[in-house]
């Protein structure tokens, strides 16, 4: 796992992101993208819902990353540069939203909660495409859409990057490596900084302190692991834990449910 996705041969692009036409709010997409595709980055002025019907999928932006089970979607501003892939074989519905709306919306990338409605109406209106009519029951159903996304909400699973080359080497080396507990110190002497710098870097470029930066990894990572099939106990050893339970209870802390619950209600 990477900073940023490698760029991959151009695949489908859809065109929906980039029409602008307010009578249309939406513009709906759905596609079948085989396990680990990565997509290049790129920016349409259309916002974006981008929401695995089955599978888990990871957005990557300049900023960070988010890994995005089948229980939540992901909104993607307009004008965003990102890449959207799939870490298991999955069906993808993408909402592309119009400018003119987009001021009701985070400028930032966040997570949304997918209810039962909400699920059922993306996957109603990613099969409109461009051509519904305006003052339609597509249209009216896109409306309602348009309310339930207000709800947006800050995911728990961002992993927040930095600008920061040195930062960045530290992070890098902890993404390829979320098993290794390495102190702070290691890393100073590692990047050419004092521990004091590192710790100021993290808070400044994050939001987060090394500890809890390196505790998000694992939890974004140990989603990810587990949303591909592996068992908890297997990902419990493999991230460092001496028990499941303790693993367990990390996750119960972070995300309010264990991970049999969590991935039940996903699915």
């Known amino acids: 796992m990477s900073l940023r ?128 009519p305006p003052n339609s029951a597509a249209s009216r159903i896109c409306g309602v859409i348009l309310d339930q996304l207000e709800a947006l909400e800050p995911s728990r699973l961002h992993l927040p990057l930095s600008s920061d080359r040195r930062l960045q080497r530290v992070m890098q080396h902890m993404i390829d490596h979320p098993e290794t507990d390495t102190r702070l110190g290691y890393w100073a002497t590692r990047v050419g900084a004092s521990e004091r710098t590192l710790r100021r870097l993290f808070i400044r470029e994050t939001g987060m302190t090394f500890l809890q930066w390196r505790r998000q990894l694992v939890l974004h990572e140990a989603v990810d692991r587990l949303g591909r099939g592996e068992s908890v106990m297997n990902v419990a050893l493999e991230l460092g834990y001496r028990s499941p339970s303790a693993f367990v209870a990390m996750f119960r802390k972070a995300l309010g449910k264990s991970p049999g619950q969590y991935f039940r209600h996903a699915r």
């Open 5 to 132: 996705p490698t760029l991959a041969p151009k695949r489908f692009r859809s065109k929906l992101g980039m029409i602008v036409d307010s009578a249309r709010p939406i513009l709906g997409l759905h596609d079948l993208i085989l396990s680990n595709f990565e997509f290049d980055f790129h920016s349409h002025p259309r916002g974006q819902l981008a929401y695995a019907a089955s599978g888990v999928i990871k957005v990557h932006t300049d900023s960070g990353s988010w890994i995005v089970p089948p229980s939540q979607a992901v909104w993607i501003p307009g004008g965003i540069r990102h890449s959207v892939n799939p870490e298991v074989t999955s069906e993808l519905r993408h909402l592309f939203i119009d400018p003119s709306c987009l001021h009701r919306f985070p400028d930032q990338c966040s997570v949304v909660e997918v209810s039962p409605l909400l699920r059922e109406l993306i996957l109603r209106v990613a099969d409109f495409g461009e051509d519904y």
